[in-house]
C-alpha cells in the first residue's frame, strides 16, 4: 500500500460534516477490499467488518471520524461576493487570502478576501479580522454567481498536500482522514492476523459539530471495546509539552475518567514491550473526541483512544508525520492480537 | 478557414502564450533582493529580439532594442522583485521570519512557503483555535509570533538546510478562474514584466529600452540607478497596482476596478504625474478603443518616483493592471484588463513613433 498516496487522496476529498456522501463511497471503495461485509448507514457512517476465527466472538470497533471542517454559504451581495458561515471550529484569523471551492451545481474556485489593511480604520486595530467581515471573490458577475450556487451550499478548503523534511506531511482535513489512512493500514495488517475477536472498522461523520456519528454507530454496533483513532496537539510554540507531542515519537495514549483504565493499561503494556513509542496525553475531562460519546453509549463501552500528533489543527496545512500514523495502526493491530476482552 | 477566422485562432494562440509566460513569471521565486532566477528567465526569452542585454550591479536588466533613426529614447519600466519573506533565525524546530516589502501580517497564517534556492517547502502554521484563550481569538496574531516548519528535527538542522538570512516566497501556482480571472502570486509585477517582454519584440524608429528593475517593493531601489544609464526622454512604468473594489469597501474607496481596463495614474504617493503625457495616453487609448480608467485614490507608489526625479527630471506615466489582494499570495487579476494594459502599451508606443515624440500642443 501506497501510504503517502492513500493520504493524499484521502485528504484532497471533500466531506464537510453533514455532507459526506460522497466520501462515503470511495472509503466504503476501500473497506472492501479487506473485510468481509461493508454496510453504509443512513448518516453515511461506513461499517465494515472483518470477522474473527471465535465461534462466539467479543466485538471491537475501532472508529476514525471523516468529516472535515468547512464553510457553508450564507447570502450573496449585490457585487457577486458570497457570504459565509463556518461548519465545525474555525479560527477566523486563518482565513484570509485562502483557497476555496464553492460546491454549487459545479465546483468553483474562489478567494477569501477583507477590506485592504490600508482602509481599515483605527477602531479595527488590534481586532481580528472577523468571519463576517470576509467574503469569497469567485471572479464573476452577480448574475453568474447567483446562477450557480445557492444558499447552504457547501465550501471546502482547496488542499495542496506537501511533504516535509524527516516524513512529516502537511495538508487539510489531517484531522482526521489520517484517522481513516489508520483505519485502512488496520484493515491490511489484519489479512495475515487469526485474531480471535470480530472488528468493526468504521468510519463516522459529523464528529466536528458534536460527536453524532460516533454515537449513532456505538449505539448499533453494540461493542465490547471500542478504540478511537483521532488526532492529539502537535508540539507548537506556547502550548505545554504536557498537552502538545513531538511528532514522530509514536502514539498518544489517552488516559483520564474518559478512557477505560484496564485496556489503556494493556496497550500501555504492549507499546511498551513492542517497542512503540507513546506519549501520555492527560485529559481531565472530555478527550473532545468521539471517546466522550462511545464511553456511555447504552450501557457503557470500554474505550481507548489512540491520537496521531498534529500540528496546526482546523487549518490548511495540519501537520503530521507519517512515522505516528504507523505506530497508531501497529499498536491498535496488537491489541486486536491480544485478546484481551475476557 | 477565412482571414478573419484565421486571425481569431492566431490571436487565441498568442493569448494563451502570453497567458503561459505570465503564469511562468509569476511561479518564478524572486523577493526584492533575491531577483536572479526572474532576472534568468526574462532574458532567456528576450535575447533574440534585443540588440544588447546590460545586468548592472543590483541586477537589473537593461534591455536595448534599436531604433530606426534612434532620435529619442524610451524607457519602459516594471519592477521583478515581489514581496515575500527572510529568515531571521530560530525557535526550536521552526523558522523565525520578517517581511521583505509591505505585507498585511493577517494573510500569513496558514500558507505554504518555498524555501531558499532549494525550494524547501514550509508552512506557517498558528496555535490551534482549541487552545487559544478567549482574549487570544479575537487578538491578531503578529509576525513576530508566527514560524516558518519545514519538518526539521532540531536547530542544528535548521542552520545547515535555512541559513538566516534565506529569502522564502509564497508557494502558490497561477490558476485561472472564474470569468477571465486570474489567481497568482507575484502579479505585482510580474505582469508588467510580461507586457515588457512583448514590446521588447517591435522596432520603432525610436531607440527602446525595456528596464527590469529590482527591490522596488524595499523603496523603489533598482529604478534609482536605470534612468540614469538609460537617460531616457520619455519613460512608461508598467505595474500591477492595488483594486479595492471589494466587499465592505464603499465604491469612493475602489482605487480601480476589475475588469475596469488599464489604469492611469494622475498622483500618487510618489508622484504627480506629467498631465500632457497623462492626456497623450488618454487620447490613444480612446482613439483606439481600448478600455482604461483612472486610478481613483492617490495612495501607493512605484517606480515613477524615482524615475521622475532622475537626471534633470523625466516626464514619466504608469499604466497599471488592477490587481485584488495585492501583495498576497492570491492575488486576482482579469485577463481582459492584462490584455486591454499591453494593447496600450504598444498603441502609445505605436502613436509616439508616428508623432516623432509625445506633442505638448
Keep these: ?32 477490499q479487506h473485510c468481509d461485509e461493508v454496510q453504509v448507514d443512513h448518516f ?22 471523516y468529516d472535515e471542517i468547512g464553510l457553508i454559504v450564507t447570502s450573496i451581495d ?39 489593511p490600508h482602509l481599515l480604520d483605527e477602531s479595527q486595530a488590534g481586532i481580528a479580522v472577523k468571519l463576517e467581515d470576509m467574503c469569497i471573490d469567485l471572479g464573476m458577475s452577480v448574475e453568474s454567481v447567483k446562477a450557480k450556487i445557492s444558499i447552504g451550499d457547501t465550501i471546502t478548503f482547496k488542499a495542496y498536500p506537501t511533504e516535509l523534511k524527516n516524513s512529516l506531511y502537511s495538508s487539510k482535513s489531517l484531522d482526521n482522514r489520517s484517522g481513516v489512512l489508520t483505519l485502512i493500514m488496520i484493515l491490511e495488517q489484519l489479512k495475515g492476523i487469526n485474531h480471535r475477536d470480530d472488528v468493526y472498522i468504521i468510519a463516522t461523520v459529523q464528529e466536528e459539530v458534536g460527536l453524532r456519528g460516533a454515537e449513532m454507530v456505538a449505539y448499533s454496533t453494540k461493542p465490547d471495546l471500542a478504540i478511537v483513532i483521532d488526532v492529539c496537539y502537535g508540539d507548537t510554540p506556547e502550548v505545554s509539552e504536557d ?13 483520564g475518567p474518559n ?13 511498551e514491550e513492542l517497542g512503540i513509542g507513546i506519549h501520555i496525553d492527560v485529559n481531565p475531562a472530555s478527550t473532545g473526541t468521539e471517546a466522550w460519546a462511545v464511553q456511555i453509549s447504552r450501557t457503557g463501552i470500554p474505550t481507548v483512544l489512540f491520537s496521531n500528533p498534529l500540528r496546526y489543527m482546523h487549518t490548511m496545512v495540519e501537520t503530521l508525520s507519517i512515522k505516528d500514523i504507523k505506530a497508531t495502526a501497529r499498536l491498535s493491530v496488537e491489541l486486536i492480537k491480544a485478546g484481551v476482552i475476557n | 478557414m477565412d482571414s478573419i477566422q484565421y486571425n481569431a485562432l492566431e490571436q487565441h494562440k498568442e493569448e494563451r502564450n502570453a497567458i503561459e509566460i505570465l503564469k511562468q513569471l509569476t511561479e518564478i521565486s524572486g523577493v526584492s533582493g533575491d531577483e536572479d532566477r526572474v532576472q534568468e528567465y526574462v532574458c532567456q526569452l528576450i535575447k533574440e529580439y534585443t540588440d544588447n542585454i546590460e545586468i548592472d550591479s543590483m541586477g537589473n536588466i537593461i534591455a536595448f532594442k534599436k531604433g530606426i533613426n534612434s532620435k529619442f529614447k524610451v524607457m519602459l519600466s516594471a519592477h521583478m522583485d515581489e514581496v515575500g519573506l527572510i529568515i531571521t533565525g530560530y525557535k526550536d524546530k521552526l523558522l ?62 535548521l542552520e545547515r538546510l535555512v541559513p538566516r538570512g534565506t529569502f522564502v516566497a509564497f508557494d502558490s501556482k497561477m490558476v485561472e478562474f472564474g470569468e477571465g480571472c486570474i489567481k497568482a502570486k507575484a502579479l505585482d509585477d510580474r505582469v508588467g514584466c510580461a507586457i515588457l517582454m512583448d514590446m521588447i519584440r517591435y522596432k520603432f524608429d525610436f531607440d527602446l529600452y525595456c528596464c527590469f528593475t529590482v527591490q522596488e517593493e524595499v523603496g523603489l531601489r533598482g529604478s534609482a540607478i536605470t534612468t540614469y544609464r538609460v537617460e531616457p526622454d520619455i519613460a512608461i512604468v508598467v505595474e500591477g497596482t492595488t483594486c479595492s473594489d471589494v466587499a465592505g469597501v464603499e465604491e469612493q474607496f475602489h482605487t480601480t476596478k476589475l475588469k475596469g481596463g488599464a489604469a492611469l495614474s494622475f498622483m500618487d504617493r510618489t508622484t504627480v504625474y506629467d498631465k500632457e503625457l497623462l492626456d497623450f495616453i488618454k487620447n490613444v487609448a480612446e482613439s483606439n478603443n481600448i478600455k482604461y480608467q483612472l486610478k481613483k485614490t492617490v495612495s501607493g507608489g512605484n517606480d515613477s518616483g524615482r524615475i521622475q526625479r532622475s537626471l534633470e527630471g523625466v516626464r514619466v ?28 502599451v504598444r498603441a502609445v508606443l505605436n502613436e509616439i513613433n508616428n508623432k516623432g515624440g509625445v506633442n505638448y500642443a
Design chain 1, 1 to 32: 500500500m501506497d501510504i503517502i498516496k492513500l493520504l493524499e487522496q484521502l485528504s484532497m476529498q471533500n466531506g464537510v460534516s453533514g455532507f459526506e456522501k460522497q466520501l462515503s463511497e470511495f472509503i466504503a471503495s476501500e473497506f472492501r
Design chain 1, 44 to 65: 453515511y457512517n461506513v461499517i465494515g467488518l472483518k470477522r474473527g476465527y471465535s465461534t462466539n466472538p467479543k466485538k471491537i470497533m475501532i472508529t476514525a471520524h
Design chain 1, 78 to 116: 449585490e457585487q457577486g461576493f458570497v457570504k459565509f458561515s463556518n461548519i465545525g471550529g474555525i479560527d477566523s484569523k486563518i482565513l484570509m487570502a485562502q483557497e476555496v471551492i464553492v460546491h454549487g451545481s459545479e465546483e468553483l474556485f474562489g478567494i477569501i478576501g477583507a477590506k485592504p
Design chain 1, 243 to 255: 498537552e502538545a507531542f513531538s511528532l514522530g515519537k509514536g502514539v498518544a495514549l489517552g488516559v
Design chain 1, 259 to 271: 478512557l477505560h483504565k484496564g485496556y489503556t493499561n494493556k496497550a500501555k503494556q504492549l507499546a
Design chain 2, 96 to 157: 523565525k521570519f520578517k517581511s521583505v516589502g509591505g505585507i498585511d501580517e493577517r494573510i500569513l497564517l496558514n500558507k505554504r512557503v518555498s524555501v531558499g534556492d532549494s525550494k524547501i517547502p514550509g508552512v506557517i502554521g498558528a496555535k490551534p483555535i482549541h487552545l487559544q484563550k478567549k482574549a487570544e481569538r479575537t487578538k491578531p496574531i503578529g509576525i513576530d509570533s508566527m514560524f516558518i516548519d519545514i519538518g526539521a528535527e532540531d536547530k542544528k538542522e
Design chain 2, 317 to 344: 506615466a504608469t499604466i497599471s493592471i488592477p490587481c485584488r489582494y495585492i501583495h498576497s499570495p492570491v492575488s486576482v487579476m482579469s485577463k481582459e484588463d492584462f490584455f486591454s494594459s499591453r494593447e496600450l
